[in-house]
């Protein structure tokens, strides 16, 4: 008997050896995906998380934008200053009342297994969306009706004029043009078909995506043969990958290292400032925070640069409002200056000393646990008492619904249209004013410029919104991250997009 | 013996009903609530509650229950709610990753810790036993991510010899699955090893302090031959044990390995499906552990009455 054990002993060390020797062969570390590569090849890009379906109308997650980004296509598209250009649409025209928008759909567009695309796949994927309540049904709130007049024409009607509906519509791929066949079958989950440059091939749950190019494609021919993504959550294992050439591109990388890959050329690390914004809100239901001294205290006692230092690297530009510089909508305005005094001076005005904070973050966004810390630090000088609660994104989500908080830290990303954020957040009716903020001039301004057809009114409606909701601090905005990406030598004709889009269609491989 | 399988099968399948039963209600209790993880921050309460009605969340919890077990009777184990795929083929998707992991690190930790625990305590208090104690400690108190991360640093950043991360199916290229299994297998399989040479050494000791032993020796058979023939056949048997129950454990999955690994196995799924709460996932990646973890166990039962002729099975 153990002279068996022995022989079956030593046969696994052989086995084990042989398999070391195997992996060893002194070439180095191979590259995934280049068996099926042709003359353009394979690009091998690591994102930080598994997309959790690939069904555009039912995802919220952004590892799944990322990959659908490649795959779907909508009406119209951001370009690279987030203005919406034509895509799957070429014109549009808009009636004397503004309640009716005529779309002329492209020539010759079909899905990538060949089918064409007409204008009932547009009125089908709109009333997906708005008859089964999916995630973005919140977009089409002012839409009557949507039809196709013939098969290169889609009629929008409204209930109320809708100046950011091409936004809505295009902002990004959550509102893509589906094919009900691909939707019925059900492998919407796992296989799309959509008419965009590249083509779900193949997913293995866990490991990886592939894409393939798609011949098919309305736009110019992608040059690359086809796209990988793989899931990797360490960013130091996503960074050595690239370096070690198992992968061409990641945006997942190690923000400590971020600002000293940016100097280097091999791999290319570019960082550019991106749409989203991070800030603190107080909760107004809860005294003493009802008071508009106390959250204009807070707003007086944080230092943002410091806050940036620690949460970012530095990779982020401080902001007292919620829209970034490089949008049409920026409105300079910062009245708060780190000021102790003016902070202590504030709270004695309310009343308030000895307070205790508790401040919720979560472990899902690790800057926001960074940033709590520089906070608590802050608010002490002032003689406030954080106590910050890090929890996980569902419980965290759970309190936030419940109102159990007296603060919380968070980010709002992608934004385009300033509806879309300042509605949802600051109207005493939006879904996301958890913070339950609420004043009758600010509610009557964010009605007024949903509707407001004329730019220049409309901008400076949302100037006013964005002032008051300062003064009133009702989020204290912190700031606007950068979005960082890398990506090896081989790659060229990538560029970092603010809304944080990763487009390959116009991507080139060396090898 | 057929008799005794067949018992132990139905006394499984008890445990199973528990398993499913215990984990429906623990997840009652945890916080989070996996639709709005689902909607994310875009919150809108018409889609909640359209979300929630499709996932069946607005059932009685009884209900909810029941209609699980009926469906998990029929090898149904749901649908998850990130992915609307159906659990049962995503769990057994996961489970070759897994499971190849979970050997390679046990057969190289049996490889590692048999001889090392039998030289230690043959020669106890000698350099080589003070060596194998010294990195059994190293091994069950280091963290494994740690180790994980200093590994990719050396084998792969530094050394440039195996990849850092990632997965090949052993059926579509056996070297390129070995390169890429190698630094997890080692991870995972140097604390299994820690473990087994602590247990192989005392469990050599024990033995070596048996009357059979000196009987042995007293009639003059050589150091070897008293190893092989007397101690080893008898100190093993629990060894067979620990074993088998680290084995086991690993099927569940080794989560933070996995993770940083980005390995596509049940450790894996489990961590996603926990952040997300998708408790179907959950639920199927558990049931199928723990019944992993009967099956092991009912083998090495088996085994046992093979190895040690004073054991018997009925």
Redesign the interface.
Same mark, same amino acid.
């Given at each position: 008997?153990?002279?068996t054990?022995?022989r079956l *002993?030593g046969a696994?060390?052989a086995l084990?050896l042989a398999?070391?020797a195997?992996?060893?062969g002194g070439e180095?570390?191979?590259v995934?995906g280049n068996d099926t590569a042709g003359a353009g090849g394979v690009l091998n890009a690591a994102i930080g998380?598994?997309p959790?379906?690939l069904?555009p109308h039912?995802t919220? *997650?952004y590892y799944s934008f990322q990959v659908l980004e490649n795959v779907f296509d909508t009406l119209v598209e951001p370009d690279a200053n987030l203005e919406m250009k034509p895509a799957l649409a070429t014109e549009w025209t808009t009636s004397e009342d503004q309640l009716t928008w005529t779309f002329t759909l492209r020539e010759g567009v079909t899905f990538s297994d060949g089918s064409p695309l007409t204008a009932d796949d547009v009125v089908y994927s709109y009333n997906r969306i708005i008859d089964?309540?999916?995630?973005?049904?919140?977009k089409f709130g002012t839409v009557k009706s949507i039809e196709a007049t013939d098969p290169k024409t889609v009629v929008v009607t409204l209930t109320a004029p809708t100046p950011n509906l091409l936004a809505n519509l295009g902002g990004f791929k959550g509102v893509a043009i589906v094919q009900k066949a691909n939707v019925e079958s059900?492998e919407i989950?796992?296989k799309p078909v959509g008419s965009g440059p590249f083509a779900v091939d193949d997913y293995?749950?866990?490991?990886s995506i592939r894409l393939v190019r798609n011949d098919n494609y309305w736009g110019e021919k992608p040059q690359l043969d086809g796209l990988r993504f793989?899931?990797?959550?360490?960013p130091?294992?996503a960074l050595?990958?690239l370096?070690?050439g198992?992968v061409h591109w990641t945006d997942n990388l190690p923000p400590q290292q971020v600002p000293a890959l940016l100097d280097g050329d091999d791999p290319s690390v570019r960082s550019v400032p991106s749409t989203d914004y991070w800030y603190l809100a107080l909760n107004q239901a809860r005294k003493p925070y009802d008071d508009v001294n106390v959250r204009r205290a807070v707003a007086f006692a944080l230092d943002r640069e410091a806050i940036t230092k620690a949460a970012k690297f530095g990779l982020a530009t401080v902001n007292q409002t919620a829209i970034p510089q490089n949008s049409a909508f920026y409105y300079e305005y910062a009245p708060y200056t780190h000021d102790v005094s003016q902070a202590t001076q504030l709270l004695d005005q309310a009343g308030v000393n000895g307070l205790t904070m508790d401040l919720m973050v979560t472990s899902?966004y690790p800057e926001t646990v960074t940033a709590a810390q520089v906070v608590a630090s802050q608010l002490a000088a002032v003689g406030i008492t954080v106590e910050i609660r890090t929890l996980?994104?569902?419980?965290w989500?759970?309190?936030q619904?419940a109102g159990t908080f007296d603060s919380f830290m968070?980010g709002?990303?992608g934004n385009i249209d300033p509806d879309e954020f300042y509605y949802?957040q600051h109207h005493s009716d939006g879904?996301?004013n958890f913070h339950e903020y609420a004043n009758p001039d600010v509610d009557r301004l964010l009605d007024q410029a949903r509707t407001e057809t004329d730019q220049a009114a409309r901008k400076q409606q949302y100037e006013q919104v964005a002032k008051q909701i300062v003064d009133d601090a009702s989020y204290i905005y912190l700031y606007n991250p950068d979005v960082a990406q890398g990506w090896s030598k081989q790659v060229s004709g990538y560029e970092v997009r603010t809304d944080r889009a990763i487009r390959f269609r116009d991507v080139a491989l060396a090898r | 013996m057929a008799r005794f399988v067949i018992r132990r099968l139905l006394q499984s399948a008890v445990v199973l009903l528990g398993v499913t039963l215990v984990v429906f209600l623990l997840l009652q209790l945890v916080p989070g609530d996996p639709v709005r993880v689902a909607l994310g921050t875009r919150f809108d309460p018409q889609t909640y509650e359209a979300l929630r009605a499709r996932a069946g969340l607005d059932q009685p919890l009884a209900v909810q229950y029941f209609d699980y077990l009926r469906r998990a009777l029929t090898g149904d184990l749901g649908v998850s709610f990130r992915s609307g795929r159906p659990v049962t083929a995503i769990v057994l998707e996961r489970l070759p990753a897994t499971l190849s992991l979970a050997v390679t690190a046990v057969v190289f930790a049996l490889v590692v810790a048999v001889p090392l625990g039998i030289v230690s305590a043959i020669r106890s208090g000698s350099l080589v036993d003070h060596a194998a104690r010294v990195f059994s400690q190293f091994g069950v108190s280091v963290p494994d991510f740690w180790m994980g991360i200093m590994g990719i640093l050396l084998f792969s950043g530094v050394l440039g010899w195996l990849p850092p991360s990632g997965y090949v199916a052993l059926t579509d290229d056996p070297g390129r699955w070995a390169s890429h299994v190698a630094l997890p297998a080692v991870t995972v399989g140097l604390v299994t090893a820690s473990i087994l040479t602590r247990f192989i050494r005392s469990s050599m000791l024990e033995v070596l302090s048996e009357d059979y032993v000196r009987t042995a020796e007293a009639k003059g058979l050589r150091t070897r031959v008293v190893v092989s023939r007397h101690v080893l056949r008898n100190a093993l048997i629990p060894v067979v044990t620990v074993v088998a129950v680290q084995l086991a454990s690993l099927l569940g999955g080794v989560i933070v390995i996995e993770v940083l690994f980005a390995w596509p196995g049940i450790g894996r799924l489990t961590y996603d499906a926990v952040a997300a709460r998708d408790y179907p996932v959950l639920q199927g990646a558990v049931l199928l552990v723990a019944a992993l973890f009967l099956l092991v166990n009912l083998l090495v039962d088996i085994l046992y009455a093979r190895l040690d002729p004073r054991i018997t099975v009925r």
């Open positions: 008997m153990s002279r054990r022995f *002993a696994t060390i084990m398999a070391v195997g992996c060893s180095g570390v191979d995934d998380g598994e959790d379906q069904d039912k919220s *997650a089964e309540k999916l995630n973005n049904a919140y059900g989950t796992t293995s749950s866990g490991d793989t899931f990797v959550s360490d130091t294992v050595q990958n370096r070690g198992e899902e996980d994104f569902a419980q989500l759970d309190e619904g968070l709002w990303l949802a879904t996301f | -």
